[in-house]
């Protein structure tokens, strides 16, 4: 009983619960489930597509959950195919895609820099793409798809020069937040700098992309995000074993033979490009990764970086931003950004608020 006792603690220190079970693979790998995440993700995921079904009913034309899933499938009329295939899904798949990348990122980040305020907001990944598409508006006037183009490359350059400044013989938590910090208040005020040398055309185009929207979006948003996620989400989700083993210091991960910097670099590499493709999609959605990664996390109650939850709950928290903002606000309809900053802000204060009650800050 003594013996049962002792690994049965064991257990639970090392995160594997009692719902969580191993799965061996072939070639000697093994996988570990856990019942309960998984039952987290089915239904992030369950929510998320729902949210976007009603979604697509909504606007000026209302349509039936019930046509707007006969239309997905080939079965509705001239009209709702119209709406629903060209005006309407095109929208939603780019919301589901944003919320999903932002998510991802933020877990990422949150859980290289083992810090739960290292995410693309605060380290200023959103504010570098914002940089890059304010330059392409007020210098260049550019088109839309120029916009969304120097918003990824300045997101690029913002996350290539904080992992070169944060660099001190590898790339640590602190060091990261705090670089990250002082390169987000450098660019935003070179962002104000551009925002007063713009004509009021021009400035009244970038404070609307720079709130966060999902107005407009169409199929020339959708087909370079979704090939990206497709790139990328693998590629990090097969890293996951190693960036949990990251999560217990260095020294262990090498120990346990993962190339740490490799795949630290690696990883840095896919969070960017993630944060930024979305930033680029829809503009810079405040909150989105901050708070998915806490609150997927709460939800499985399961230790490590939890991934595929906290892409789930990107997802469905933009939806849901999306389908509150139409909704919610009677005639007039807010951006999503406005919601999302709204809804995070609350989260983030309730956060103090809890973790000061408990003693930890």
């Known amino acids: 009983m003594n013996r049962a006792g002792k690994n049965t603690g064991a257990g639970k220190n090392t995160g594997v619960g009692k719902t969580a079970r191993v799965v061996r693979a072939p070639g000697g790998r093994s996988v570990r489930l856990d019942a309960r995440a998984f039952t987290v993700v089915v239904l992030l995921l369950a929510a998320a597509l729902a949210a976007s079904v009603v979604l ?19 079965e509705g009329n001239a009209g709702q195919e119209f709406i629903v295939n060209e ?8 919301g589901l895609l944003v919320g999903a990348s932002l998510g991802l990122g933020g877990a990422l980040f949150q859980s290289i820099s083992r810090n739960p305020l290292g995410s693309p907001d ?13 330059t392409v508006i007020v210098l260049f006037s550019g088109s839309a798809d120029q916009v969304a183009l120097g918003a990824l490359a300045g997101g690029l350059a913002t996350g290539f020069a904080i992992y070169v400044l944060a660099w001190k013989r590898g790339v640590h938590g602190y060091r990261l937040v705090l670089v990250g910090i002082g390169v987000s208040a450098i660019v935003t005020a070179v962002n104000g700098y551009l925002l007063t040398k713009s004509d009021i055309v021009d400035a009244a185009r970038a404070v609307v992309w720079m709130t966060g929207s999902l107005d407009g979006r169409d199929w020339a948003q959708v ?4 090939a990206l996620c497709a790139v990328l989400v693998p590629l990090v989700l097969v890293n996951g074993r190693g960036l949990r083993m990251m999560e217990m210091g260095d020294d ?9 910097e490799r795949v630290r670099l690696l990883l840095m590499v896919a969070a960017v490009l993630l944060t930024a493709s979305a930033t680029a999609a829809a503009g810079p959605v405040s909150f989105v990764a901050l708070t998915a990664p806490q609150l997927a996390r ?8 939890n991934l595929l939850a906290s892409l789930c709950m990107g997802a469905a928290l933009l939806v849901v931003a999306d389908l ?3 909704r ?29 009650k408990a003693g930890r800050i």
Request: a positive charge.
């Open 56 to 74: 697509i009913g909504t606007g000026d034309f209302p349509i039936p959950a019930a046509d707007v899933l006969r239309t997905l499938v080939g």
């Open 324 to 326: 509150a903002s139409q």
């Open 252 to 260: 262990v991960a090498y120990a346990l033979g993962v190339r740490v």
């Open 87 to 94: 005006l309407r899904l095109p929208r939603v798949l780019v």
């Open 298 to 305: 709460r939800l499985t109650r399961s230790p490590g970086p």
């Open 223 to 226: 087909w370079p995000l979704l």
């Open 122 to 134: 605060v380290l200023g990944l959103g504010q570098g793409a914002t940089a890059g598409a304010l």
């Open 328 to 356: 919610a606000f009677g005639a007039e309809q807010l951006p999503v950004g406005v919601v999302t900053g709204v809804l995070g802000g609350v989260y983030l204060l309730w956060l103090l608020v809890t973790e000061r």
